[in-house]
């Protein structure tokens, strides 16, 4: 009888503990600067929040977009709600982050949130 209140106190004290959203923790985990591991088009992400992404341009421009993370990709939205394409993520980190390809660069694309741009010091 003990093991059978046990397993019944058991049962409630998990049924009551708060789940873990595990895309609004990959949507958190998103959020910040990234920084790209190469030189390419796109150097820079600022993800603001959990709606709100600006792409910085090496051409001094930055795109703003909405965002959802649909399964392992992040879908891009015009502000209107037009959707405009799927970028599958490879791997996402609290310090990491790698697409398939982002918008229209084909190619594998690497981020990290601290800057690997060391400056050179003139001597």
Not at 18 to 28: C, H, L, V
Not at 65 to 92: C, F, M, T, V, W
Request: net charge positive; hydrophobic share 40%.
């Amino acid at each position: 009888m003990v093991i059978i209140r046990f397993i019944l106190t058991l049962f409630v004290c998990l049924a009551c503990t708060p789940r873990t959203d595990k895309g609004q923790a990959r949507k958190n985990m998103l959020i910040g600067t990234w920084y790209a591991e190469k030189k390419g088009l796109y150097h820079t992400l600022y993800v603001q929040d959990t709606a709100h992404i600006g792409l910085d341009t090496h051409i001094d421009t930055t795109l703003f977009y909405e965002y959802r993370l649909l399964g392992d990709s992040l879908a891009l939205y015009k502000p209107h709600g037009e959707l405009i394409n799927y970028n599958k993520i490879l791997q996402l980190t609290p310090d990491t982050l790698v697409f398939e390809s982002l918008l229209d660069r084909a190619e594998v694309l690497g981020y990290s949130k601290k800057s690997i741009h060391v400056q050179r010091i003139k001597k």
